[in-house]
């Protein structure tokens, strides 16, 4: 039910909201901007990061003027770094 839930929203609305994404990335806009180095979550190349490489995952970075200036690893118990691993897995069956 929760799964359907989006799609019937938007389905009943007629349109679906754009001013999250829209906010999200206004905030980025603005660290980039004004060279904040601000924390965000991004999609970003892992090369190492993680354990992963040659996938695309959203993390935590360190944003300013010339893009994502640092991903930041954050500590993962291994529960969470099995997790991880599959996810990232899972996102390469969809490359």
Known sequence: ET???GATITKLKGYSSSYGPAAGLTVMVEAIRRDSNKLLIASVFLDGEYGQFDVVA???VLLGKTGVKKIVELPLDEYEKRRFSRSAEFCEIFN
């Open 58 to 60: 959203e993390v935590p």
């Open 3 to 5: 799964i359907e839930a």
